[in-house]
Nanobody
Framework: VQLQASGGGLVHPGGSLRLSCAAS????????YGWYRQAPGKRREQVAL???????RYPDPMKGRFTISRDSAKNTMYLQINNLQPEDTAVYYC???????????????WGQGTLVTVSS
């Protein structure tokens, strides 16, 4: 499975962005997609997950401003981020994998990442 993330850029605090992740290849072999991010000097962290049945999961710190969605016809996943803050500055990675339940997900495939910079 190949994943291509896009949509990052420079945003002012309070702004919004929608990231996209296009999947290709053996997409039928995966059933969960996710977004992770890695800020400078910090560990990579999970942002959101979505299954191919549109079940979603957000870690508690990500609830409220992040919305994950997917368009199965386009094999594309999205991450809407609202009210961006400087601490959201990070490289955002999309990933995919197969899991027996979304709560047991571990990524098998990774995209190249897209940089989101929040600054005034």
């Amino acid at each position: 499975v190949q994943l291509q993330a896009s949509g990052g850029g420079l945003v002012h605090p309070g702004g919004s962005l929608r990231l996209s992740c296009a999947a290709s290849g053996s997409v039928l072999s995966v059933n969960v997609y996710g977004w992770y991010r890695q800020a400078p000097g910090k560990r990579r962290e999970q942002v959101a997950l979505i299954s191919t049945t549109d079940n979603t999961r957000y870690p508690d710190p990500m609830k409220g401003r992040f919305t994950i969605s997917r368009d199965s016809a386009k094999n594309t996943m999205y991450l809407q981020i609202n009210n961006l803050q400087p601490e959201d500055t990070a490289v955002y990675y999309c990933n995919a994998g197969f899991a027996f339940g979304i709560d047991h997900y571990f990524p098998d495939y990774w995209g190249q990442g897209t940089l989101v910079t929040v600054s005034s």
